[in-house]
């Protein structure tokens, strides 16, 4: 199979043009087309180049404002209300970023509000963002049903990611991102589209039997959660988080009110976020971390999170992407 090589700027024009061309605005393109580069340099395909025809999909339906304004404002001195008037999620953030990170310096913690936004990209991508100003914190959203609960094989929770971040000097931030599912569903996805089987465990079909095929997961079946009742029990706490908490639809409710084009439903996100200098450290609570850090690491086998992303994104290696060419192909007739 014959492979098309694109450079990264390449990434972002065929993103940024395809996203335009369906209506989409400047200010909203260009940060949708920055997640997709950001997402292919770390090595994070299945939120790339993969995730465009979903985003097309809810332009085309206009389930998606390309032109929506999101606006912000401040609830209290140290929670930050943004209505994305139903936008991708990425220009939201960027647009509140700067406020919600002077709350969190004057407060020492403070929270980001997200509402009826489109959130489709990784949580690492805003989570990163954070840390660059040395503030640690974590990002919790939805989806849509996708995940049985433990005792059940029916789906109910969506894969409800959640992402921390701790800054370092000198050295890139400490960062998790992880669905409470076995497997995030675009690993899935990728799998069934490149035709490779699953470890058992990771979902059921819908008869409720265990599968290894993502096919039968994707279509009729589910994900299950990580650790049984536990990874269960963190999927409700995230609903309750950006669901109740503030104002917005948790899973089950997008799902009923969703289109179904294939694209992301309207939800909600929560971001954290902490200065650590504020809490009363008698020494620095960086350099405390870099102790911890190091102690981990002097265990045979431990790595820190995020440190296969880092290594994808600094390997010269992979300063272009190769994709097959029909899927190039695919993407142009978007």
Not at 61 to 86: E, F, H, M, R, Y
Not at 119 to 140: D, G, Y
Request: charge should be negative; hydrophobic fraction near 40%; aromatic fraction near 8%.
């Amino acid at each position: 199979m014959n492979n098309k090589t694109l450079t990264f700027d390449e990434v972002y024009s065929l993103a940024y043009d395809t996203l335009h061309s369906y209506n989409c605005n400047q200010k909203h393109a260009e940060a949708v087309a920055r997640t997709i580069v950001l997402a292919e340099q770390n090595g994070s395909h299945s939120h790339g180049l993969f995730r465009l025809p979903g985003y097309v999909a809810t332009l085309k339906s206009l389930k998606v404002k390309g032109a929506a304004n999101p606006t912000t404002k401040a609830l209290t001195p140290c929670i930050v209300q943004v209505n994305g008037d139903n936008c991708f999620a990425p220009y939201a953030l960027e647009a509140s970023r700067e406020q919600f990170i002077e709350a969190t310096k004057t407060c020492g913690i403070a929270a980001l509000s997200l509402t009826k936004v489109h959130h489709f990209s990784s949580l690492w991508i805003e989570i990163e963002a954070l840390t660059q100003h040395n503030l640690c914190a974590m990002a919790f959203t939805a989806y849509m049903p996708s995940v049985a609960p433990a005792g059940s094989s029916k789906p109910f929770f969506g894969t409800n990611p959640m992402a921390f971040g701790w800054p370092r000097k000198d050295k890139p931030p400490m960062i998790f991102d992880q669905a409470t599912a076995t497997m995030a569903r675009g690993d899935v996805m990728i799998a069934a589209r490149d035709g490779k089987t699953l470890p058992l465990g990771v979902g059921v079909d819908a008869n409720g039997n265990d599968t290894t095929d993502p096919n039968e997961i994707l279509n009729g079946g589910c994900l299950l959660p990580f650790g049984g009742y536990k990874g269960s029990n963190i999927g409700l706490m995230i609903e309750l988080l950006v669901g109740p908490l503030l104002g917005e639809r948790a899973s089950v409710e997008a799902a009923k009110l969703d289109n179904k084009d294939g694209g992301p439903p309207q939800g909600g996100e929560l971001i954290i976020a902490i200065d650590p200098t504020k809490f009363g450290s008698a020494e620095d609570p960086f350099a405390h971390a870099e102790r911890l850090f190091s102690e981990l690491l002097s265990h045979d086998g431990v790595h820190l999170p995020g440190m296969r992303r880092y290594k994808h994104r600094n390997d010269s290696a992979n300063s272009t992407l190769s994709i097959p060419e029909e899927r190039y192909q695919q993407l142009i007739n978007l």
